[in-house]
């Protein structure tokens, strides 16, 4: 089955500097797709990005990248230039194919002015 | 485009009570999918749906039901609640291929 792991629960990072979250995740398949969603305190689930496992090509939305490693199952999301609305908590998930999306447990990010 | 709809935003329920969450989408996606949230935890898959008339079990679906009657509509149903069943609830849909979710507001259920 597959799995995602978040292994940092909570992070924390200065406005204006840039943070890491954590991601990794165990498969068998070959083409799969990787997602990094936000949920705000309003609770709404954001799609922030999503990397396909066949491109080789990091996914960026504007202050948003990943640092996508296939060989090692690791999916970091970085966030630039962070700001106070960058605040949730975010969550790496995980689909192949037509299958459903499995979830991490989540990253706590606090944003300090 | 209102995307993905779900009502109640809250309730509360009795032990022993049922209810119906409700979810609409109008995107005419093919997939719908009920998660539920416990507190400080991830998303586990309740029940899903591929398409009117076909649904099938996730993770967690015991004490839950579901029907999809149309590609519109993909409602949950509790029967007999309990407090283990207080959690968030959301509803999510998407297209065919790579494409990730959508979901709705949630609903915040609590047992007493």
């Known amino acids: 089955a597959q799995t995602v792991t978040q292994s940092q629960p909570e992070m924390s990072v200065q406005e204006a500097e840039t943070v890491t979250l954590s991601c990794t995740y165990d498969?068998?398949?070959?083409?799969?797709?990787l997602f990094w969603y936000k949920q705000p305190p309003s609770r709404q689930m954001i799609l922030v990005i999503r990397?396909?496992?066949?491109?080789?090509q990091n996914a960026t939305e504007n202050r948003f990248s990943v640092n996508f490693q296939k060989a090692a199952k690791s999916f970091s999301l970085k966030i630039s230039d962070s700001q106070l609305g960058d605040a949730a908590m975010y969550f790496c998930?995980?689909?192949?194919?037509?299958?459903?999306?499995?979830f991490g447990a989540g990253t706590r990010l606090t944003v300090k002015p | 485009n209102a995307g993905v709809t779900q009502t109640p935003k809250f309730r509360i329920l009795k032990i022993g009570q049922s209810m119906t969450l409700q979810c609409t989408q109008d995107m005419n996606h093919n997939y719908m999918y009920w998660y539920r949230q416990d507190p400080g935890m991830g998303l586990k898959l309740i029940y899903y749906?591929?398409?009117?008339?076909?649904?099938d079990k996730g993770e967690v679906p015991n004490g839950y039901n579901v029907s999809r009657s149309t590609t519109e509509d993909f409602p949950l149903r509790l029967e007999l609640a309990a407090p283990s069943q207080t959690s968030v609830y959301f509803c999510a849909s998407r297209m065919t291929g790579r494409y990730g979710y959508t979901f709705g507001s949630g609903t915040r259920l609590t047992v007493v």
């Open positions: 990397q396909e496992a066949y491109k080789q």
């Open positions: 998930a995980y689909r192949s194919d037509d299958n459903d999306m499995r």
């Open positions: 749906s591929v398409g009117a008339g076909i649904t």
């Open positions: 498969t068998s398949e070959s083409d799969y797709y």
